[in-house]
């Protein structure tokens, strides 16, 4: 009998290691039984805990002005002040306005927030599924108390800009171009925090799509966002441009996540905000190089053909190229631009964290760091997200996890792009 225990606590631990590791029947059950778990605790968090009220009653105030005949964006106006996201924000609160009388039935609001939730969350695990990230990875998307909060206790507009985020990273992994691209202007044209992925979701559709379908859906984005907002361009243009897409916005030091542990002084110095741009765009830059290499091209012979309105790839090798934007890279490079972004960005509130929740635990699994460090780097996140109000050690580790995932993604080892004489498989031309 003494020698039967051990065997069968061996037998219990491999097999966990399998399902862990997906290498087992049972692993495919533990993205329903996650999502399930997930359902449960958004219903308990909905009745337990009370709603707190911050930019709702606001978005319904500026949604009123709108359905009353207000189209300038400089007039309409909330309790937290002047309307300063693009139209889809508008017409998807629109919706909203007229679902819950008018933003009175905030109880159906917070349970269409957790549909919204849950909704994102399937999305999410499924783009994780077709990137082969193994189930040990998945119990980091359904554990973090602040992104419960912003989905079903706040309804930030941020939320469903997330949503159309995973959307679109799953119409790429499909290689459908043209959907994705639609899916993610519409994402941005709710807030314009998806600006930051704008440079990836770029250089997928060049890779994917090739140049001139590239630039199609490069059009067909555009277009949208003209579409959307010609309401209010006619109206005054000037002032929607300068309200839907300010960048000029000055930021308060009491609301930021990420910087306060630099000091307020520095915080709203103009030299600071300089930096965060420049250190930005030169890290931006390696790693577009860095996403570039599956052309097998020098950046140069890509940009230039590219200024001369001319492709950088003969039909052969686009079709060699767009073989190569796999599941894995597209997530790996619309997660890295986010993160980037993130940690360079002039601040950061709370619900900011909708767009990084997600992200982090799919770069540390992709950076090869253990599951260890995983987990523990993914908990120092949790933590210093949850302190209210932030402090000088809080935001020190919102920022150091942001770097630290920066840092492993950009030491991580290439995969050798394949020779020419790859057997590439065409893409599709949707």
């Not at 899916?183 to 990836?200: D, N, R, T």
Request: glycine share 6%.
């Amino acid at each position: 009998m003494a020698d039967r225990d051990p065997s069968l606590l061996s037998q219990v631990v491999t097999l966990a290691f399998d399902v862990a590791n997906g290498r087992n029947s049972l692993s495919k059950l533990v993205a329903p039984a996650l999502l399930l778990f997930d359902t449960v605790l958004c219903a308990l968090v909905i009745w337990k805990i009370p709603y707190t009220e911050i930019d709702w009653k606001a978005y319904m105030e500026q949604v009123a002005q709108y359905v009353s005949g207000e189209h300038d964006y400089t007039a309409i106006k909330g309790g937290t002040g002047p309307l300063v996201y693009p139209a889809a924000h508008v017409y998807t609160y629109t919706g909203l306005y007229y679902l819950t009388d008018e933003g009175k039935d905030i109880f159906l609001a917070q349970k269409l927030f957790a549909v919204l939730y849950m909704a994102t969350l399937a999305l999410v695990m499924v783009c994780y599924s077709r990137a082969k990230v193994p189930p040990y990875v998945f119990p980091l998307l359904v554990l973090s108390k602040r992104l419960h909060s912003v989905f079903v206790l706040r309804c930030f507009n941020d939320c469903f800009a997330t949503f159309f985020l995973w959307l679109a990273i799953y119409l790429f992994q499909r290689r459908l171009w043209t959907a994705g691209a639609l899916a993610y202007a519409w994402g941005l044209g709710i807030k314009m925090s998806l600006l930051l992925v704008l440079p990836a979701v770029g250089v997928v559709l060049l890779l994917g799509r090739g140049f001139w379908g590239s630039l199609k859906c490069a059009g067909l984005m555009a277009n949208l966002q003209l579409a959307i907002a010609t309401p209010f361009l006619q109206e005054n243009a000037k002032g929607y441009v300068s309200k839907a897409f300010e960048f000029t916005r000055v930021f308060f030091f009491k609301w930021t996540v990420n910087w306060r542990f630099v000091g307020e002084d520095i915080f709203l110095s103009k030299p600071f905000a300089l930096a965060l741009v420049a250190m930005h765009a030169l890290v931006l830059t390696g790693f577009i190089v860095k996403w570039l290499k599956p052309t097998g091209k020098p950046l140069t012979a890509i940009i230039m053909p590219i200024l001369q309105l001319q492709s950088p790839f003969s039909p052969q090798e686009e079709r060699i190229v767009a073989s190569r934007v796999t599941p894995e890279y597209v997530m790996t490079t619309i997660l890295s631009a986010n993160v980037i972004g993130l940690l360079f960005a002039r601040t950061l509130h709370y619900q900011f964290y909708s767009l990084l929740a997600w992200s982090t635990p799919y770069l540390l699994w992709r950076s090869g760091t253990h599951p260890v460090v995983q987990y523990g780097l993914w908990a120092a996140q949790e933590w210093a997200w949850n302190v209210f109000p932030s402090t000088g050690a809080s935001s020190a580790v919102v920022v150091g996890v942001l770097a630290i995932t920066v840092g492993l993604i950009a030491s991580r080892k290439d995969e050798v792009a394949a020779p020419p004489s790859y057997a590439a498989r065409e893409r599709k031309e949707t």
